[in-house]
């Protein structure tokens, strides 16, 4: 199994962007599909999206799309994800996970998450 | 969307005893689920995944069954450290949908 390392915490300002990496090792990178999971002060999990680093295909959740972005650097074997236009609500712990791909490779989608990061704390505040 | 609804929300239990959770998909997520298992403050840790694969080093007291649209975790001989929140998530279609979470607490 991959162990993966993320960024720290982060306070940011409402309307401004946050960037969290996630650094891989252990394992073949881009045999793995990685996905970005948030949770809200004392709520559940949401998955944000995901990414297949040897196909470079991604797919967001609607309620991120056009806000967030997946990338993935094959090189350094880190992921990143970028949150745009921050609102308090994006408030949370944001995790990075990975696994093997499952289903259409064209929907990047995660068969379940075996490795995942310690998390990022992001924080949104004026 | 598939949404994923577990039950119930919260259960209070007994060490030794025998816990279930039930997840119901709003439509078909074939063999798709999996079982994550949550402590405060901790990322997530898959337990099962294809609905009744044990994922390594999980003790065998943790089991799946289900197919289609309903799935239970079956927790037996409860441990101190089985107390925790637990998600089911289906990836058999986007976005990758988790239950709302079913938190184990002691009795």
């Known amino acids: 199994q991959m162990q993966l390392v993320q960024s720290g915490a982060e306070v940011k300002k409402p309307g401004s962007s946050v960037k969290v990496s996630c650094k891989a090792s252990g394992g073949t990178f881009n045999n793995y599909a990685i996905g970005w999971v948030r949770q809200a002060p004392g709520q559940g999990l949401e998955w944000m999206g995901g990414?297949?680093?040897?196909?470079?295909?991604?797919n967001y959740a609607q309620k991120f799309r056009g806000r967030v972005a997946i990338t993935a650097d094959e090189s350094t074997s880190t992921a990143y994800m970028e949150l745009s236009s921050l609102r308090s609500d994006d408030t949370g712990v944001y995790f990075c996970a990975t696994g093997p791909a499952g289903g259409d490779t064209a929907l990047a989608l995660s068969y379940y998450f075996e490795s995942w990061g310690q998390g990022t704390q992001v924080t949104v505040s004026s | 969307d598939i949404q994923m609804t577990q039950s119930p929300s919260s259960l209070s239990a007994s060490v030794g005893d025998r816990v279930t959770i039930t997840c119901r998909a709003s439509r078909s997520v074939n063999t798709y689920l999996s079982w994550y298992q949550q402590k405060p403050g901790k990322a997530p840790k898959l337990l099962i995944y294809a609905v009744s694969s044990l994922e390594s080093g999980v003790p065998s007291r943790f089991s799946g069954s289900g197919y289609g649209t309903d799935f239970t975790l079956t927790i037996t001989n409860l441990q101190p450290e089985d107390f925790a929140t637990y998600y089911c998530?289906?990836?058999?279609?986007?976005?990758?949908?988790f239950g709302q979470g079913t938190k184990v607490e002691i009795k």
């Open positions: 998530q289906q990836s058999f279609s986007p976005p990758q949908t």
């Open positions: 990414i297949l680093p040897i196909f470079g295909t991604k």
